[in-house]
T-cell receptor
Framework: DSGVTQTPKHLITATGQRVTLRCSPR?????VYWYQQSLDQGLQFLIQ?????ERAKGNILERFSAQQFPDLHSELNLSSLELGDSALYFC????WGGGPETQYFGPGTRLLVL | GDSVTQMEGPVTLSEEAFLTINCTYT??????LFWYVQYPGEGLQLLLK?????DKGSNKGFEATYRKETTSFHLEKGSVQVSDSAVYFC????????????FGQGTILTVHP
């Protein structure tokens, strides 16, 4: 158990809908990351937050947004969903987000868009 | 841009066989290098890491050496077990970036008794 929790574990929805994925980082970690894992794209970095502020952005679509709240949990919002958004979404956390520190991954949320 | 290339899988071995999974990288600057493992139905776990050239990371019988001259970080284990069956990801992180991990495509390892 990494100490990172993600909810829900599975999500099935329809095209055009909007969903919210939730992540709670390990106790004491200030940095949260979101990654998308799909068969065609592999593991892709989406976005990073540090202590409530956006710190780095990767291949995140404009239809997607995220935020980190004062209690440090984070939410990833996916809107106008398309079939191609079906993937496993991972959240990870680390102490402060820099250097070679380890990122601890949650179990993921599997999203299926029908 | 920065990238990681892993040997294509899947890799199928018998128990107690020797394992090598090749990983090479392209990066501007001096990255830290990681191996993560993903067991079925679970998230990624750090297996080992190395932060500078010639460093050797090791854990649970797995080893990898950071080779700057060949831009490689190959994963090895002398004797695999059935419980090692998983997907293995090589990744890099630039020292100047704020935490983005760049992953290879993953290598599926299956070990038979």
């Amino acid at each position: 158990d990494s100490g990172v929790t993600q909810t829900p574990k599975h999500l099935i929805t329809a095209t055009g809908q909007r969903v919210t994925l939730r992540c709670s980082p390990r106790s004491g970690d200030l940095s949260v990351y979101w990654y998308q894992q799909s068969l065609d794209q592999g593991l892709q970095f989406l976005i990073q937050y540090y202590n409530g502020e956006e710190r780095a952005k990767g291949n995140i679509l404009e239809r997607f947004s995220a935020q980190q709240f004062p209690d440090l949990h984070s939410e990833l919002n996916l809107s106008s969903l398309e079939l191609g958004d079906s993937a496993l979404y991972f959240c990870a956390s680390s102490a402060w987000g820099g250097g070679p520190e380890t990122q601890y991954f949650g179990p993921g949320t599997r999203l299926l868009v029908l | 841009g920065d990238s990681v290339t892993q040997m294509e899988g899947p890799v199928t071995l018998s128990e107690e066989a020797f394992l090598t999974i090749n990983c090479t990288y392209t990066a501007t600057g001096y990255p830290s290098l990681f191996w993560y493992v993903q067991y079925p139905g679970e998230g990624l776990q750090l297996l080992l890491k190395a932060t500078k050239a010639d460093d050797k990371g090791s854990n649970k019988g797995f080893e990898a050496t950071y080779r700057k001259e060949t831009t490689s970080f190959h994963l090895e284990k002398g004797s695999v077990q059935v419980s090692d069956s998983a997907v293995y990801f090589c990744a890099l992180k630039l020292g100047t970036s704020y935490g983005k991990l760049t992953f290879g495509q993953g290598t599926i390892l299956t070990v038979h008794p």
